[in-house]
């Protein structure tokens, strides 16, 4: 990326009170901020979409007067536009109420109109209209585990949506509890995909679905390599979820939320351990990203920048992302309301804002004029 005074990153930092969005037209060494944008609405999900002629920015926000909806701005924050009537809701007969949207995702580039959206609970929302509208993926909906699907402690919902790049049949999805779910014909049907996935609180350790998932990742250029952060486990596919494999050793704990892959090369990820689900402390109290540059052989403390001691926050599912410059940045934010970033794939850090509300997601995308 370098000095490049075309490009700009844009950082956006969803929290319980509201969002702000952090800009960078420097390389990535000083940073301008902005907001609160929806002061005093919980934001689980945010994405900047980067495929029309303008940038548009996703959020979905929860307010306990007026509940949850999806905002959209297409000049950086500038402007707001949510429609008069909810965009996403549950049909009539299904007896059931959006509690919140847990995840935002674009489509495959091919199909700059398609974007889908994770609730609460359980569910998958398509949009043909560049997420203004959004209606039920029904297949998912109509699933006969649906169910025996039940809340993980932040509750029962689709966290993670993972659309294929160049197939856009395809899509993977992973909730809490339930598992990995993927359809391959454009969602009427789903199948499970936990082989490998260990449940240590359940008779069956290895059942077919019923995995508490916190988190799946990938690299568009390699969608079939995927990482998945689980309830104590930490694995990868290399063949679409198939199968998986445990990659733990090296880390100094099989806990946390948070995975991110990087943009370019598929065997480097990103994570943030936690001691335990009973201790959700980083070990030692240290803060420290984790990063493989092996597809999970061997794991690399990063520290440079970072508390070295008394940090007792944590770093929820969605608040570790990366960027596409080159080299890559990364980006997380902690429940103590501190962001970090690093322009240079993690070897350093520096501190982006501070005292902010508990940070729930962070999304970073560079910006080219």
Same mark, same amino acid.
């Given at each position: 990326?370098?000095?490049?005074?075309?490009?700009?990153?844009?950082?956006?930092?969803?929290?319980?009170?509201?969002?702000?969005?952090?800009?960078?037209?420097?390389?990535?060494?000083?940073?301008?901020?902005?907001?609160?944008?929806?002061?005093?609405?919980?934001?689980?999900?945010?994405?900047?979409?980067?495929?029309?002629?303008?940038?548009?920015?996703?959020?979905?926000?929860?307010?306990?007067?007026? @509940?949850?909806?999806?905002?959209?701005?297409?000049?950086? #924050?500038?402007?707001?536009?949510?429609?008069?009537?909810?965009?996403?809701?549950?049909?009539?007969?299904?007896?059931?109420?959006?509690?919140?949207?847990?995840?935002?995702?674009?489509?495959?580039?091919?199909?700059?109109?398609?974007?889908?959206?994770?609730?609460?609970?359980?569910?998958?929302?398509?949009?043909?209209?560049?997420?203004?509208?959004?209606?039920?993926?029904?297949?998912?909906?109509?699933?006969?585990?649906?169910?025996?699907?039940?809340? #993980?402690?932040?509750?029962?919902?689709?966290?993670?949506?993972?659309?294929?790049?160049?197939?856009?049949?395809?899509?993977?999805?992973?909730?809490?509890?339930?598992?990995?779910?993927?359809?391959?014909?454009?969602?009427?049907?789903?199948?499970?995909?936990?082989?490998?996935?260990?449940?240590?609180?359940?008779?069956?350790?290895?059942?077919?679905?019923?995995?508490?998932?916190?988190?799946?990742?990938?690299?568009?250029?390699?969608?079939?390599?995927?990482?998945?952060?689980?309830?104590?486990?930490?694995?990868?596919?290399?063949?679409?979820?198939?199968?998986?494999?445990?990659?733990?050793?090296?880390?100094?704990?099989?806990?946390?939320?948070?995975?991110?892959?990087?943009?370019?090369?598929?065997?480097?990820?990103?994570?943030?351990?936690?001691?335990?689900?009973?201790?959700?402390?980083?070990?030692?109290?240290?803060?420290?990203?984790?990063?493989?540059?092996?597809?999970?052989?061997?794991?690399?403390?990063?520290?440079?920048?970072?508390?070295?001691?008394?940090?007792?926050?944590?770093?929820?599912?969605?608040?570790?992302?990366?960027?596409?410059?080159?080299?890559?940045?990364?980006?997380? @934010?902690?429940?103590?309301?501190?962001?970090?970033?690093?322009?240079?794939?993690?070897?350093?850090?520096?501190?982006?804002?501070?005292?902010?509300?508990?940070?729930?997601?962070?999304?970073?995308?560079?910006?080219?004029?």
């Amino acid at each position: 990326m370098g000095d490049n005074k075309d490009e700009t990153v844009l950082l956006a930092i969803g929290t319980r009170k509201g969002l702000w969005l952090a800009t960078s037209e420097d390389g990535r060494r000083s940073w301008s901020m902005s907001g609160p944008h929806h002061a005093m609405t919980e934001v689980y999900a945010v994405a900047i979409d980067t495929r029309g002629a303008v940038p548009r920015i996703l959020a979905g926000v929860t307010s306990e007067h007026f @509940g949850p909806s999806v905002s959209t701005s297409d000049d950086l #924050g500038l402007t707001w536009q949510e429609p008069d009537h909810a965009p996403i809701s549950f049909p009539e007969g299904t007896d059931t109420s959006l509690a919140r949207v847990w995840q935002i995702a674009p489509g495959p580039e091919a199909h700059p109109e398609v974007v889908y959206a994770g609730t609460e609970p359980s569910a998958l929302f398509r949009s043909t209209d560049g997420g203004l509208t959004y209606s039920l993926v029904e297949g998912l909906w109509n699933h006969p585990h649906r169910p025996d699907w039940l809340p #993980g402690g932040g509750g029962q919902a689709v966290h993670t949506v993972l659309p294929h790049p160049t197939d856009a049949e395809r899509v993977l999805v992973a909730m809490s509890t339930g598992g990995v779910y993927r359809t391959a014909d454009g969602g009427t049907t789903w199948a499970p995909a936990n082989t490998g996935v260990k449940v240590s609180f359940m008779p069956d350790e290895y059942p077919e679905f019923g995995q508490c998932v916190h988190k799946v990742a990938t690299n568009p250029e390699a969608p079939d390599r995927l990482y998945l952060q689980n309830h104590h486990g930490v694995y990868r596919s290399d063949n679409g979820g198939d199968t998986w494999e445990s990659i733990a050793d090296g880390l100094p704990t099989d806990f946390g939320f948070a995975m991110a892959v990087h943009p370019h090369r598929p065997d480097v990820v990103f994570s943030f351990p936690i001691e335990a689900d009973a201790r959700r402390f980083p070990p030692g109290a240290r803060c420290r990203v984790y990063r493989t540059d092996d597809a999970g052989k061997s794991w690399t403390a990063l520290s440079e920048g970072l508390p070295d001691e008394g940090f007792y926050s944590s770093v929820l599912r969605d608040a570790l992302c990366v960027d596409t410059a080159t080299p890559a940045g990364v980006y997380f @934010g902690s429940r103590t309301g501190e962001v970090f970033a690093s322009a240079d794939e993690g070897d350093h850090w520096h501190r982006v804002a501070e005292h902010l509300p508990d940070v729930l997601t962070v999304r970073a995308a560079v910006i080219r004029s």
